[in-house]
């Protein structure tokens, strides 16, 4: 028995804390005996008063209260009233000599451990053993009550307060049965709404796949019960009937019993509208960049690798796309010159950002310039750092910019040569005309007759070069008719032959219906010449020359990048040549006068500023193409005046000339020229009378209006012109015969109106030959017949 009650039955090593109530010290004894007999280590605190026991229950900790059950003054039921109270836990048992049934399960019922008859003291320890047991047994109990109601309640908070709505479904019955409160809020329904709903209850009807809700449903969650978590996006409805789009995650939960499944439900409605506003943004922005008119190109740095292009840069570079751009990989390959590239992309680097104007290349090879503004930025993808380039194609501009600046280079040039072909001419027309004078006069084998032969043939060059100095200036008097190019190109044609060599062949294609334009023939002519005669040096080797005459109508659009075009009808007169053709540095040049490139001696390099300025001078413009080694086309732009072609006139044989009596009022003030006329025409028997300025004119007139015959009238004079000096003479004499003599023409409107009216011009430098002629020629006009000489 003892081995039943052993020591082993308690936690080993531990001494039990024993609280005995009993008033009789033999009782006690024995009891103590019974206790160290089955080997139980233990303290005891023995007490036989009632307040002895509260007050030691107060202070002790015990593992066993054991009490007689009849005392002095009171009994083992109070004990245990004490004991229920403070130390609920602690077991109690009871010490009798005798207790009757009935009291002992009244004992029993009120939380007696265990009793024991005295004379039953071997039971102790068995009695002891148990009560502690049983207490054991009771706290585990507890404890994982406690434990149990703990983590209930820590799951239920962490359900409760989830940022997502949860449901728990009961597959087989189809319902919820427990949700949390967010999913109340989130669908406007009551737990008790919630709970027995199912799942359709809070779905719109149909998915946005298109599919029922029913099916759709049931399929998730028969995945779900296969094992497999599910993620997926739902089209949920609330109690109000509204729709809003959610991501539920499916779980199946471990139950014995039944099939249960989690649905966690997370209202994206906000993500939906984020990623809308994200998308559009992004849509804004990228029809934003393909529809730009400039280009744009993102590019890493410093390696220089296209990452996106738009349409605009494609387009501008001749792609047919802008994956066919990013193809070429590399950013090197747009550039005419590499060094640029690496200039910039070191001043990039640097600033993180940098402008500049280069040359591009283009697809079919053609440089364009283009203006670069490069800044730092994300890349399209918008993973890291690059160059975002906008590319600006400035090669019009630019072009527009060179031509206005020739155009007024051109301008200041036309102007000082003008001014000084002007004085030129005179001073020529002098030397030349006392040439003739002198030659005149000398015997036809003399030398002085051969030197002044020689002065004669250089003042002929001297005036050649000087009238197309008036030419490119402008400046000449133009004798304009109605004109037909093709009769003009034509003419040139046969002339055209004596000067081009046999290897050239040469070829017309005129328009047949070509419009009249403007024009003196002449002019025309010699331009025609220079062009041809420039297409023959750039043909050493022979190769064909073609002339070709065609009707254009001009629009704003392309007069727009021509600053000297007008919109309107025009008549064009091009020289194309198969020869070495020019590059650009060449062509920005080629319209100064003296640029040549032709050798010291073989060019003077005023051919075709000549062409220029006959061809503004009658209100047209020229373009050229040119490529190097190919060829090169000019165009000649002339308006059209949709009028009918004048026949050209027959000049008049040069044969002797007549002289007179005549009495001609001259006015001049070049001095040299001035006395030449009066020479001349007095060796011809006229009377002369010489005046330098106009209002000397007036006055010698006013003297002698009846006896003069003619004036011959300058039309720049100082204080006075031709024109007004004309004016006054008409008011005395209406029907006098004039003749103006001008080198240029700065007043070519006031040159117009004489012309118009019919007045012949002598154009200076004249010949004496040319005077006399012209000064017979009226007098005979307006003299009765029978009064020449
Ligand atoms: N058809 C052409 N092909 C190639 N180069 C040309 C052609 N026409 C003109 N050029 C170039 O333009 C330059 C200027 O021409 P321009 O007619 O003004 O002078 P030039 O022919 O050199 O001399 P000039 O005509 O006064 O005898 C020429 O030297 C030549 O380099
Ligand atoms: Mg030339």
């Known amino acids: 028995m003892s081995d039943e009650t052993g020591p082993e039955a308690l936690e080993a090593g531990k001494t039990l804390r024993l609280l005995i109530a009993d008033d009789d010290p033999a009782d006690l004894e024995l009891c103590l005996l019974s206790l160290r007999k089955a080997g139980i280590p233990f303290e005891a605190v ?59 399960v009244e004992c029993i019922k009120l939380g007696v451990t265990d009793y024991i008859l005295k004379d039953h003291l071997a039971r102790l320890p068995i009695a002891i053993r148990r009560s502690l047991e049983d207490r054991g047994l009771r706290e585990a109990r507890n404890k994982a009550a406690l434990a149990l109601r703990e983590s209930e309640e820590r799951y239920r908070t962490l359900v409760e307060n989830a940022p997502e709505a949860i449901v728990v479904l009961d597959v087989d019955e189809n319902r919820f049965v427990d949700c949390n409160e967010r999913a109340t809020l989130l669908f406007g329904f009551t737990r008790q709404e919630l709970l027995g709903s199912s799942p359709s209850r809070i779905s719109s009807a149909n998915q946005p796949d298109g599919r029922p809700s029913d099916s759709a449903a049931s399929e998730h969650v028969r995945r779900a019960l296969g094992g497999k978590a599910r993620s997926f996006e739902w089209s949920c409805r609330n109690s109000r009937g509204e729709e809003f789009p959610a991501e539920v995650h499916l779980v199946r939960l471990p139950s014995p019993s039944r099939r249960l499944v989690r649905g966690s439900i997370l209202d994206i409605t906000e993500r939906w509208r984020a990623e809308k506003a994200r998308r559009e943004t992004e849509a804004r922005y990228r029809s934003l960049v393909d529809n730009a008119t400039h280009g744009i190109v993102w590019a890493s740095e410093p390696e220089g690798e296209l990452l996106h292009v738009n349409p605009a840069l494609a387009e501008m570079l001749g792609y047919a796309s802008p994956a066919e751009l990013l193809a070429i990989q590399h950013c090197d390959l747009l550039y005419r010159n590499p060094p640029d590239r690496a200039r910039l992309a070191a001043e990039f680097m640097k600033q ?39 590319v600006e194609n400035v090669t019009e501009r630019i072009g527009l910019e060179k031509q206005l600046l020739r155009a007024q280079k051109f301008e200041g040039i036309g102007q000082l040569a003008g001014g000084i072909a002007h004085d030129f001419n005179n ?88 419009w009249v ?26 190769g ?8 254009v109508t001009l629009d704003q659009e392309f007069c727009a990048w021509q600053p000297q075009a007008q919109p309107g009808k025009y008549a064009v007169l091009s020289v194309t040549d198969t020869g070495m053709g020019m590059d650009s540095a060449t062509m920005d040049r080629i319209f100064e006068p003296f640029f040549t490139t032709k050798g010291l001696g073989k060019g003077t390099g005023l051919g075709l500023a000549t062409v220029y300025g006959i061809v503004r001078q009658h209100g047209g413009f020229l373009n050229v193409y040119s490529e190097v ?17 004048a026949p050209r006139e027959k000049v008049e044989d040069a044969g002797p000339v007549r002289g007179g009596s005549e009495t001609i009022l001259i006015v001049e003030d070049h001095e040299g020229l001035g006395q030449l006329a009066l020479e001349t025409l007095t060796r011809l028997g006229y009377q002369v009378m010489l005046a330098t300025d106009g209002e000397q004119a007036v006055a010698d007139f006013c003297a002698n209006p009846d006896r003069i015959a003619l004036a011959v009238l300058d039309v720049v004079l100082p204080k006075l012109g031709g024109p007004e000096i004309y004016a006054r003479i008409r008011e005395l004499r209406p029907e006098l015969p004039v003749i103006f003599a001008t080198g240029y023409s700065p007043e070519i409107a006031q040159l117009q109106k004489v012309q118009e009216e019919g ?31």
């Not at 697809?363 to 993973?383: E, F, S, W, Y």
């Not at 430098?765 to 017949?785: F, G, N």
């Open 517 to 542: 334009v403007r024009a003196d023939p002449t002019q025309v002519e010699q331009v025609l010449m220079n062009l041809c005669i420039n297409s023959r040096d750039a043909m050493p080797d022979g």
């Open 46 to 104: 023995s007490v036989s008063t009632r307040e002895e026991f509260v007050a030691k229950l107060e202070h002790g900790e015990f593992d066993l209260v054991l009490s007689d059950y009849r005392m002095k003054g009171w009994t083992g039921m109070d004990a245990l009233a004490a004991v229920i109270e403070t130390h609920p836990e602690t077991p109690f048992i009871l010490l009798t000599g005798t207790l009757g049934d009935e009291l002992a």
């Open 629 to 645: 080694g190919k060829g090169t086309t000019f165009r000649c732009y002339f308006p059209a005046s949709m009028e009918v072609a």
């Open 352 to 390: 993180g950002r940098v402008e500049g104007t280069v040359e591009w290349k283009r697809k079919d090879g053609k440089i364009i310039t283009v203006h670069l503004n490069a800044r730092l930025a994300m890349d399209p993808d918008g993973q890291s750092e690059c160059a975002e380039v906008t």
């Open 544 to 551: 064909s020359l073609l002339i070709d005459t065609t009707n």
């Open 427 to 514: 001073m020529i027309g002098a030397i030349l005309g006392w040439a003739e004078l002198g030659i005149d006069e000398t015997d036809a084998e003399s030398r002085l007759r051969r030197h002044l032969e020689k002065i004669q043939q250089q003042g002929k060059r001297a005036a050649a070069l000087t009238r197309q100095l008036l030419a490119f200036a402008r400046r000449q008097i133009l004798e304009p008719r109605n004109v037909d190019l093709n009769q003009t190109a034509v003419e040139t044609l046969s002339l055209l032959e004596k000067v081009i060599g046999g290897n050239i062949e040469v070829r017309a294609n005129l328009a047949p219906d070509l």
């Open 759 to 789: 007045l012949p011009v002598l154009q200076k430098p004249y010949s004496p030959r040319d005077l006399a002629r012209k000064v017979r020629e009226m007098l005979d006009l307006h003299s009765p017949v029978g009064s020449q000489k």
